[in-house]
């Protein structure tokens, strides 16, 4: 079974700062990619990061030079550095992991965190 733990969220002033971490646990495999959602009220999840097996990343236009995606793939973790937090960074995140899976045959499997609330408020 496996399991996304996401830890970091919480209430911060514009401009503050916040990290979120991402554990994937319970007998993964290997991972493909490692990626950041995010869910304001009433609008669609979006992309927020998106980093690759080779370290390749990709950025939401909205969080360009603000925020930074890193992995320890050794620890199946992914964080999400956020500077400069602003008013409409406000929103659930959520972590996505690809697992690749080799045995019987080759597949992938893709896995979703419960959320982390990132409320960034004066």
């Known amino acids: 079974q496996v399991q996304l733990v996401e830890s970091g969220g919480g209430v911060v002033q514009p401009g503050g700062s916040l990290r979120l971490s991402c554990v994937a646990s319970g007998g993964i495999d290997s991972i493909n990619y490692m990626s950041w959602y995010r869910q304001a009220p009433g609008k669609e999840r979006e992309l927020v990061a998106l980093?690759?097996?080779?370290?390749?990343?990709n950025y939401n236009d909205s969080v360009k030079g603000r925020f930074t995606i890193s992995r320890d793939n050794a620890k199946n973790t992914v964080y999400l550095q956020m500077n400069s937090l602003m008013s409409e960074d406000t929103a659930v995140y959520y972590c996505?992991?690809?697992?690749?899976?080799?045995?019987?045959?080759?597949?992938?499997?893709?896995?979703w965190g419960q959320g982390t609330q990132v409320t960034v408020s004066s």
């Open positions: 980093i690759s097996s080779d370290d390749s990343t």
């Open positions: 996505h992991v690809q697992e690749h899976s080799s045995w019987p045959f080759p597949y992938e499997t893709d896995y």
